[in-house]
């Protein structure tokens, strides 16, 4: 073993345990998570009379009704809802959302609250499936047997209602997705779906499951029950948020996409399981369920979502308008500042701020309180409505003309308390805090003689809390052209001109990709910023994205986004452009942000989004080896062990595919090739890192595979064992057709797949023959060219000396361990579909259809390779006379499948594999058997 050997595997298990450790810390550090818990009294219905008369999966699922206990009765009589949990999820997840929406409609124990008794609105009847925990992320068929399931439930809860009832479901993780399976259905009212990875499967090891993607993808564009994804951000680490991001529709259907950062009232990042039951999103999908109960059209429904789960990125329905009496005379005219401060307001006033010159847009802040009935859930009196007025004489005391002036901007924007972090660890925000952010364009005055105009402000309501701020600020934009080159290693400082109610910043030249993250730091002129009425807040908005960061002294903040990422096609968007609005009342005195990459935060977010290549790139490199030990035993030398050809591949191949990888990650390939960056020049790094990582991770893997057969060779060695070489054993033939029948009938082929890698390595770890003493076996492999052509065969053989055939079962057994360490890495990529198998027999039994799992064929060459390589000593993957070219050639094609594909679509690497083990069973192992003399065949058969 070479010294470059082990440098290699210790530099990339250095480099994976950094890559760990970044991308374990980037959760907390880009985006931490303030959730409250949840609390209820539960209890779950079984269904019972949904049985098998209903669906053929009643034994392996159940269906139960969820009752809020001492609230509500167990009769079913309001509007349904079914929750579709997720992979290894429970139907009691159910119960954050169910408890809440049952302690929202009842204001006590029976008695409907009069928020709701007044609108005739109905309770919500909450079912939910129980799939017994079953691992649907990683197989196809699980995930159809689940919308099967489903698809009756629905069918049977309707039969409970009155005819025409429709029903909303709700999907956690990749319960969104058999959700979305169940379209089109004229039944499902709405779907709420939450972390659930719509735009890309978490795990692309199967098919089916890419089918059943494609198909999906088909109901997102054009089917038209409306959909709403909720989506956890950063502090997601189960599945990239990128994934759950809806796609953009052709036809007008509702697709709303929410990111949990940038839900109001929220405004936090969720983790995975949390997403069902933080409190601040379990209460408002509790709310819109139970408001979308009482509409029937798909627009408004729509609106409903829109307005209970609302993200500042739709400008409210302008229905929410009305109220406005744009005829009510003024209170009291003050004539004000050009900033209009109050500071826990007493009376109720109107007060005019005079238009000045050359201001184009006004904007008000209100916390705790509300305007144009835009506020916090919980919301102090306190209220504002603002108009534009207009008079003949700039003298306010004339009575002057006003009109309403419609916002352009009505959101709510986190109240940030001084001096605690944002979000609050364990609590996160309050229903009482929010600032009402409004933002209306002043429209321009046609003539200066005109006379004087001002914009009024009412404050009403007004109980000695809260406090509103507004002013103009001139609609200036501070627009600089950085680029991330720029941004490499040292600071950018972008100066923020003057203090400001609302400033600007674009960078429409900076990457914005889920890869890159850029620290951003807050200089002030002065340190003590403190009780401030709106410390300096920054927001980032990415196209269906938005993060609230606050601007503090001792904390960097980590710009990031979710828009553009690896293997999501993104046509609507451009990768470029960072939008940052800073929000302050203008006391502190923010000079400059400065702005630098950061390599932690990229380090761990390209470690979470691409240790899924890892397998897919092994099996190449792995493939590769096999492809050069084969060159070398084709041109007449002896096959080099695993070691060998894996220090051969790291110094002769390995230098040109870095180069190779670097320049291919500049081509604009689809997003489905290579590490899915479509030729983003800033990553083309990437590539070469993860193949020399992955390099060094199969060498490490061939240590480990070495260190656990030592044991059993000194064993082997020992006891003495000899092969049985004595002729084909008669029963091979047999166990094969055992092994059909169990296949076919019950074991999926995963486990076959399994067993044949313990056989061969039990093989390969009793098997071990000694060195040959001969001197050739001492020539160093290297020295043969792998790419040299053949050399002419020598006609007539001379008899097998004893060297010769100690050099052929050396060679025997180095083509064994080849081939084990190439099954060792397609482990990995049937691992999942076992673990599922597992699982579904610890909970449904044998019983359950295993459909797709059955086919002997594909583990067939495996199973003759191996029991081949069980009883043969010979050489037995020698060129054999009859190929026409040597089929180590076609080892090339999975070799660039797994380079090019294997990232993304991981079973293709498996697919082509499985073409040349069945091409070496038929060309090289086959005759073998069927040709009886295998013994003479290799080294002494006549050519
Ligand atoms: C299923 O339940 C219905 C109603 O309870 C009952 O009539 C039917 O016989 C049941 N079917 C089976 C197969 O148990
Ligand atoms: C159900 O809907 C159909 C078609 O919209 C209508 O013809 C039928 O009368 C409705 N039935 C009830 C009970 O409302
Ligand atoms: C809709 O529900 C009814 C029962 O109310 C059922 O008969 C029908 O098959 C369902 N349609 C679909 C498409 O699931
Ligand atoms: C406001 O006043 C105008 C004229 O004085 C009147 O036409 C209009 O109907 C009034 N609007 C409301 C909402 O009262
Ligand atoms: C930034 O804002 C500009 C102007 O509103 C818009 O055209 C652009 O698409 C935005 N970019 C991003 C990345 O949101």
Request: glycine content about 6%; charged content about 15%.
């Amino acid at each position: 073993m070479s010294r470059i050997s082990y440098a290699l595997g210790a530099v990339s298990l250095f480099l994976v345990a950094i890559v760990y450790k970044a991308a374990s810390e980037t959760t907390s550090s880009l985006s931490p998570q303030g959730c409250r818990m949840s609390y209820m009294s539960p209890s779950y219905l079984l269904q019972p009379h949904f049985n098998s008369s209903w669906t053929h999966l009643a034994k392996r699922y159940s269906l139960s009704l969820y009752r809020e206990v001492g609230w509500e009765s167990n009769e079913p009589r309001g509007v349904p809802v079914l929750f579709i949990p997720g992979n290894a999820g429970s139907s009691h997840q159910i119960r954050s959302i169910a408890s809440s929406a049952a302690r929202q409609f009842y204001s006590s124990p029976y008695t409907v609250s009069p928020e709701f008794s007044s609108r005739s609105l109905k309770p919500l009847d909450f079912y939910a499936v129980e799939y017994n925990e079953d691992l649907s992320a990683f197989h196809g068929p699980t995930i159809e047997a689940e919308t099967t399931y489903a698809a009756s439930a629905i069918s049977y809860i309707l039969s409970l209602y009155p005819a025409n009832t429709t029903i909303i479901v709700m999907g956690h993780s990749m319960g969104g997705i058999v959700a979305t399976s169940l379209l089109p259905s004229p039944n499902i009212s709405a779907i709420i779906t939450m972390s659930t990875p719509h735009a890309l499967p978490p795990a692309r090891f199967d098919r089916r499951i890419a089918a059943l993607y494609d198909r999906n993808h088909a109901a997102l564009m054009y089917d038209s029950t409306p959909m709403l994804s909720l989506c956890g951000g950063a502090g997601d680490l189960m599945i990239p948020s990128e994934a759950c991001i809806l796609p953009q529709p052709e036809t007008p259907v509702y697709r709303r996409t929410v990111f949990s950062s940038a839900l109001e009232g929220c405004w936090t990042s969720v983790g995975h399981q949390v997403m069902v039951w933080c409190h601040q999103v379990r209460w408002r999908v509790a709310r819109a369920a139970l408001e979308m109960g009482a509409v029937e059209s798909m627009g408004e429904l729509g609106a409903i979502l829109d307005r209970w789960l609302r993200d500042g990125q739709t400008v409210p329905h302008v229905s929410s308008l009305e109220g406005l009496d744009v005829n009510a005379t003024l209170h009291e005219i003050l004539p004000a500042e050009r900033i209009l401060a109050l500071h826990k307001p007493t009376e109720a006033r109107t007060y005019l701020l005079p238009v000045p010159t050359g201001a184009t847009n006004f904007v008000l802040y209100l916390a705790g309180g509300s305007i144009l009935s835009m506020k916090p859930r919980s919301a102090i009196p306190l209220l504002a409505d603002v108009r534009i007025c207009t008079a003949s004489s700039p003298s306010p005391s004339e009575t002057p003309q006003c009109n309403s002036l419609a916002p352009r901007t009505l959101e709510l924007i986190p109240d940030i308390a001084p001096g605690r972090p944002f979000p609050v660890p364990h609590e996160g925000v309050d229903e009482s805090q929010g600032i009402v952010h409004f933002e209306a364009v002043v429209p321009v005055m046609s003539r200066e003689s005109d006379g004087a105009r001002w914009v009024a402000v009412s404050v009403s309501g007004a109980d000695g809390r809260g406090w509103v701020m507004g002013g103009f600020v001139d609609n200036q934009v501070t627009e600089k052209a950085y680029s991330i080159h720029d941004m490499l290693y040292k600071d950018v400082s972008i100066p923020i001109d003057k203090p400001s109610l609302q400033t600007e910043v674009r960078l429409p030249q900076l990457l914005s990709n889920a890869l890159a993250v850029y620290r951003v730091t807050a200089v002030y002129s002065s340190q003590s910023c403190s009780d401030v009425r709106l410390p300096p807040l920054l927001r980032h908005t990415s196209p269906s994205e938005a993060h609230f960061h606050p601007l503090t002294h001792d904390r960097p903040v980590l710009l990031h986004a979710h828009t553009a990422a690896p293997f999501i096609p993104h046509p609507a968007f451009s990768d470029r452009g960072v939008n940052l609005t800073i929000f302050s009342s203008g006391e502190c005195e923010l000079q400059a942000l400065r702005i630098r990459l950061d390599w932690w935060g990229m380090l761990g977010r390209a470690g979470a989004r691409y240790w899924a290549a890892a397998p897919g790139w092994a099996v190449g490199v792995v493939i590769w080896s096999i492809f050069l030990s084969w060159g070398i035993q084709d041109v007449g030398g002896p096959v080099p062990n695993v070691s060998e050809s894996l220090s051969i591949f790291t110094r002769a191949v390995l230098p040109s595919m870095l180069a190779v990888a670097f320049f291919a990650s500049f081509l604009p390939l689809p997003v489905d090739y290579l590490l899915g960056n479509s030729g983003e020049a800033f990553f083309s790094p990437i590539a070469p890192t993860l193949l020399l990582m992955v390099t060094g991770l199969v060498h490490v893997s061939w240590w480990l595979l070495c260190v656990l057969m030592w044991p059993l060779s000194r064993v082997g060695r020992m006891t003495g064992r000899q092969r049985d070489d004595s002729g084909i054993r008669k029963n091979t033939l047999f166990s094969m057709f055992l092994i059909f029948i169990l296949v076919f009938l019950i074991i999926p082929w995963q486990v076959a797949f399994l067993g044949c890698w313990a056989i061969h390595f039990f093989t390969c770890a009793t098997h071990t023959p000694p060195p040959p003493l001969a001197p050739s076996s001492t020539t160093p492999p290297t020295s043969v060219s792998p790419t040299s052509r053949y050399p002419p065969r020598s006609r007539s053989p001379p008899p097998p000396s004893a060297a010769q055939t100690a050099q052929t079962h050396l060679n025997a057994h180095h083509h064994n361990t080849h081939l084990l360490l190439l099954m060792t890495w397609l482990l990995p990529l049937v691992a999942p579909v076992l673990a599922v198998w597992v699982r579904t027999l610890a909970t449904a039994g044998l019983t359950t259809p295993f459909d797709g799992d059955h086919s002997f064929w594909t583990v067939a060459p495996y199973l003759v390779l191996v029991d081949f390589a069980s009883w043969t000593r010979s050489s037995f993957l020698q060129r054999e006379d009859h190929e026409f070219v040597s089929i180590r050639w076609f080892w090339i094609p999975p070799a660039l499948v797994a380079f090019f594909w294997g990232a993304y679509w991981t079973y293709e690497v498996f697919d082509w594999v499985w073409i040349v083990a069945c091409l070496m069973v038929v060309i090289r192992v086959g005759p073998k058997y069927w040709g009886g003399a295998y013994w003479s065949s290799a080294s002494t058969r006549s050519r």
